[in-house]
C-alpha cells in the first residue's frame, strides 16, 4: 500500500460520499442514533501524518485532527510501537484494583510540563468532560464551597454539569433539567464582540469587572469555590483575551481565595505556541485540566492540581474503571518525549505565522471576513460576517465553504458563538506543502462563497 504521508496534495475520486460510504452511511443510520452528526459524509479508512483515505480511495488534507486530537498527526510509528507492546502484556488492571506503571510515570511527566513552579499531582480520566467533573468536584471538596464560575462562550462538555458550565445555549448545552445551580457567568475577554460594546484600548476590562458585581449581586465572593476557563476558546473559533483580562481574573481569584481552573482540552499541548496556553499567564493555575491530543488519539484525560489542595481530598474519592488506561498512558509518555524532542511549539509557531500571514491577504480581498481570530501559535481562525460594521454571521456561507472544502480534499471545522467560524486544527507535524495546498482550497472556497 503506497504510504499517503507525504503526498502533497488531496486526491478525489469520487463525489462524497463515495459508493462504499454511501453503503456504510446506509448501515449507520439504520443502526446509530440520528443525532450523531459528522462534518464530512464518509468513512475512514486510515490516516498517516496529516492525510487521511476514505473507504473509496479519496485522499484528504486534515484540518480538523478528530477535534485537536491529533497533534502529533496520524499514526506516528514510535506511539503504535509503544501501543502493541503494551498491548502484548496488558491491556487494563482499573488503577483502584492493581497499580500500573505507566499511569504513574505519565503523572510524574505531567507534574513537570504543566505550568508552576509548585508540587503537583495528576490523575487521568477517560474524556474532557469527565477531567472537568473532577476538577470542580476537586475545587468544592477543598473549599467546601458550592458556586462556580464559567464563561460566555466557554465549552467544557457535554455531561450535565459541564453542560452547566458552558456559556452557549447550542444543542449540545441545551437538553431538559435540572442542570447544575450555583453556576454563574459572566462575559469572556472577547474584543471583537464585545458584550458592552467598547473599546480595548479604553475598556479597563470591563468584562473581568463583572466578577466583582457577581459578588455584590449574586453571589458572595467567600462563598465561591472556582473560576473555570478555556485561556483561549477553541469552539469559539481560538478567542484569545487579552493579557490583562487573565491578569485581573487572576488577582480577584487570589484576593478572594478562589481556584482558578485552566480548561486547556483545547489549547494545550503545544498548539498555543507553548506546552500550555496557561504558560502565558503572569501566575499558573491551581488546576488545570488537559484531554484530546494527551494520548494522541486514545481516550485519555488528566488532571493536574497542586499538591495541598488534591492531597486534601480522603481516599476513594476520585477514580473511574477505565481510568487511565495503561495503553492510553504509554502513548501519552511518547506523544509527549515526541512533542518535547520535535519542539512542537516551534512548530506551532511556524504553521500560526504561514497562516496569519495567508488571512492577512485573505482579508483584503473578501470582506465576508470579519476578524483574523487568536493568533498564539497556531490558534489562528476566522470569523465571516455578512457585513463588517453590523458584524452580522454569516453561519451559511461558513456551511458553503466547509462543503466546498471536504469535496476537494480538505477537511475543516466551524465554530463561532454563531457557527460562523473556521478553526483550522491541523495535526502540527504538516508539511508546508499540506499546508499552502490546505490553504489554497479554503480560498478558493471563501471566494466562491464571496461571489454568490
Ligand atoms: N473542554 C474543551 C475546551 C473542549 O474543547 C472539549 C471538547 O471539545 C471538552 C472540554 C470536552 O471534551 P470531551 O469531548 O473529551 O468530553
Known sequence: MESIRNMKQPRILTDIPGPNAKKLIKLKEDNVANTLSSVVPTFIKRGEGSMVEDV???????????????????????????????AEKYFHSS?????????????????????????KKTMFFN????ANENAIKIAKYFTKKNHIISFYGGFHGRTYLTMSLNGTTKAHSLVPGPHAS????????????????????????????????????????????????????????????????????????????????????QCGFCRSGKMF????WK????????????????????????????????????GGTFAGNP????????VLNIMERDKFTEKAQKIGTIMRNRFEIMKEKFPIIGEIKGGKGALVGLEFVKNRSSKEPAKEEVKIILEDCYKNGLILLNGGMYSNGIRPLMPLTITEDQLKCGLDILEKAIMKVSKQ
Not at 472577547?190 to 480595548?200: H, I, T
Not at 495503553?327 to 511518547?334: K, T, Y
Open 56 to 86: 473509496d480511495g479519496n485522499i484528504f488534507i486534515d484540518f480538523a485532527s478528530g477535534i485537536s486530537v491529533l497533534n502529533i498527526g496520524y499514526s506516528v510509528p514510535e506511539v503504535v510501537e509503544a501501543v502493541k507492546k503494551q
Open 95 to 119: 488503577i483502584n484494583v492493581l497499580l500500573n506503571e505507566p499511569y504513574v510515570l505519565l503523572a510524574k511527566k505531567m507534574n513537570e510540563i504543566t505550568p508552576g513552579n509548585f508540587g
Open 127 to 130: 474524556s474532557g468532560a469527565e
Open 182 to 265: 450555583d453556576i454563574h457567568k459572566i462575559p469572556f475577554g472577547d474584543c471583537y464582540r464585545c458584550s458592552y460594546g467598547l473599546k480595548k484600548e479604553s475598556c479597563n476590562i470591563r468584562c473581568a469587572e463583572k466578577l466583582n458585581e457577581i459578588f455584590s449581586a449574586e453571589v458572595p465572593a467567600e462563598n465561591v469555590a472556582a473560576v473555570i476557563l478555556e485561556p483561549i476558546q477553541g469552539n469559539g473559533c481560538f478567542i484569545t483575551p487579552p493579557e490583562k483580562f487573565i491578569n485581573r481574573l487572576i488577582d480577584i481569584c487570589k484576593k478572594n481565595k478562589i481556584l482558578l481552573i485552566a480548561d486547556e482540552v
Open 277 to 280: 496556553a496557561s504558560h502565558y
Open 283 to 318: 501566575e499558573a493555575p491551581d488546576i488545570l485540566t488537559t484531554a484530546k491530543s494527551l494520548a494522541g488519539g486514545l481516550p485519555l484525560s488528566a488532571v493536574t492540581v497542586k499538591k495541598e489542595i488534591i492531597d486534601s481530598l480522603p481516599s476513594g474519592v476520585l
Open 327 to 334: 495503553l492510553a498512558c504509554v502513548a501519552g509518555l511518547e
